[in-house]
Structures are given as C-alpha cells and as structure tokens.
C-alpha cells in the first residue's frame, strides 16, 4: 500500500473547496463559527458514515454504481443550487442563514454531495482493501480518513473565522461569490458538462 499517494488524495479531496467547504466558510461569516460548527458535526457524523459504509457495502455499491451515480447527480445538483439560494439571500432572511447551517443541513448535504460520496465510496476500497482485510485495521482507516475529513472542515471554519470582518464588510458581494461557486459544483457534479462533451 502507498501510504503516501493515499494520505494525499484524502488531503486534496476533503481539504479543496467544494459545497460543504462553501457553506461552512458562509455560515462563520454569517452566524459566526459556533453557529457553523452545528453545520460541521451533522457533515462530519455523515462524513464518517460514509466512510464505514463503504468498506461495508462496497461490493453491493460497485454493481448498482451506474444507477446510483445518476441519481446522486441529480439529487447533489439540487440541493447544492438549493443552498446556493440560500446563501444568495442570507442577507435578507435570518431564518435562511439558520436553516442553511443546520446540523441536519450539514448531515443530509454529506449524501447528497458526489464529491464526498464519490471520495468515500472509493479511498478504502480502493487504497486499504487491496492489501489488509482484517476489521481492525479497516476500522484504523475508517478512522483516520474520518479524521482528515473533520479536519477539513474545522480548517475552512477557522478560516472563515479569521476573515469574518472582512466577508461581512463586503456581505452582498461575499455571498453572491459563495452563490456562484455552489453554481458552479452543482453544474460539475451534475454530468451537464460531460453530456455537452458528448
């Protein structure tokens, strides 16, 4: 096993900016870290969900995958376009602020969002089951790639953090930006691009 390729695709995956990332970095400026780490521990509990099931289902996941893929496309689209409205607007209604970083907002974003489905689905079967099939140290892994998720996500709130005063004095142009970047994964995560190739 390469302990180092695998240790550098968790770091790449979890730690580049995709729609969780987003709405945490969003939810510091709006609401504030304490806030935002509500939104952290519903995507982290999913997060490591994921990751477990995986290494429990993968078999099961590797036929249907086709299928499972097109509706994650669609359903991660949606919702992703969903919280990018709601970022759009977080000016304008508090209770959208609010519901865009929820627990469950971040717990139901974590199997909706392909990347992270994706990343989950394959880092173990891909990098450890080749080589160590023992439950403890399936469990090892599930653990430490848990680890670098969480760790991903605490990083984009303290960034968030860090540059609070400056989002909020630029608020309407900071949340049209967080908007368009959500636009954006949705439209990557959704095939629309790959079906335009042909």
């Known amino acids: 096993m390469n302990i180092a390729s695998f240790l550098l695709y968790c770091v790449i995956v979890t730690f580049t900016p995709g729609p969780s990332n987003i709405v945490i970095l969003a939810a510091v400026r709006q609401k504030g870290f304490r806030q935002a780490a509500k ?7 999913a997060y490591s969900l994921l990751v477990a099931a995986s290494v429990v289902v993968n078999r099961e996941l590797a036929t249907g995958m086709p299928v499972v893929l097109t509706v994650l496309r669609i359903a991660g689209s949606l919702f992703i376009l969903y919280l990018a409205y709601q970022i759009y607007r977080m000016d304008v209604s508090k209770a959208a602020a609010k519901q865009t970083a929820s627990f469950m907002s971040g717990f139901w974003m ?24 023992s439950g403890w140290v399936l469990a090892l892994f599930v653990g430490l790639v848990s680890l670098i998720g969480v760790a991903a996500y605490f990083s984009w709130g303290l960034f968030g953090t860090l540059l609070k005063g400056i989002l909020q004095k630029y ?28």
């Open 110 to 133: 974590q199997f909706l969002n392909p990347k992270v489905v994706l990343f989950t689905i394959t880092v173990i079967p891909i990098y450890v089951m080749p080589y160590y099939s």
């Open 171 to 198: 608020q309407k142009i900071s949340n049209i930006v967080f908007a368009l970047l959500l636009v954006y994964s949705a439209v990557m995560v959704s095939g629309i691009t790959d079906i335009a190739r042909g």
């Open 39 to 45: 939104y952290i521990a519903g995507a982290s509990i």
